[in-house]
Every structure is written in C-alpha cells, then in structure tokens.
C-alpha cells in the first residue's frame, strides 16, 4: 500500500557530504509523517531525524546543525543532506513512513542504505 525506495548511501571522507533520497509510491496520501532512522549492528534503531504530523522536524541531538530532513511533495520523495560527517554517523539508515489505513496506523521501512565514514 505504502512501498519506500532509498538510494544515496555510500562512503565517505570524514567531513563530508551525503544526501539520501527515499521515494515513496502506493497510496502515498495515506501518509501521515515520514522520517529517517540508523542502525548500528547489535544496537537499537535511533531515530535520527522526522518530520511529525504538524510538518515540524525533529533531529536526535547528535545530528543537529549537521542533517537537515525536507521533502518533495511533487516526487513523493524525502531527503537527508547529511553534511560533516563523522565516523560515528556510520550504520545502515532507513526511510520510514508511518500511515492510515481504515483507521489503523502502521509503519513501513525502505530497505536501508549503507553510510560509512572514513576518518
């Protein structure tokens, strides 16, 4: 119903930059907020940045003033500019979304991208 597409991982220099795109298709109105998390293997999922349902963004301290969280309605796509980047920003990032259906919310995930910084 609601299906998530990441791209942009990759590696990087410590300091520099990357943006990572989650394209979203299906019953795309059915969405009501959208987000990135990371994951660190053996470690819980962190969220790390979001929009919520009042079209704020939330940003895990770690990330703020670094990562800026936005969106293109027009292609169904959300980004993460990740600039600065330091080595401890590395773990697999996922793309979320959180939606309705028949009055019941539920989640779905991108299938993660891979974000290693080298120092």
């Known amino acids: 119903q609601v299906q998530l597409v990441e791209s942009g991982g990759g590696l990087v220099q410590a300091g520099g930059s990357l943006r990572l795109s989650c394209a979203a298709s299906g019953i795309v109105s059915s969405i009501k907020t959208m987000g990135w998390y990371r994951q660190i293997p053996g470690e819980e999922r962190e969220l790390v940045a979001g929009?919520?349902?009042?079209?704020?963004?939330n940003y895990a301290d770690s990330v703020k003033g670094r990562f800026t969280v936005s969106r293109d309605n027009n292609k169904n796509t959300l980004y993460l500019q990740m600039n600065r980047l330091k080595p401890e920003d590395t773990a697999v990032y996922y793309c979320?979304?959180?939606?309705?259906?028949?009055?019941?919310?539920?989640?779905?995930w991108g299938q993660g991208t891979q974000v290693t910084v080298s120092s």
């Open positions: 979320y979304a959180r939606a309705r259906n028949s009055g019941t919310d539920y989640v779905t």
């Open positions: 929009f919520t349902s009042a079209g704020s963004t």
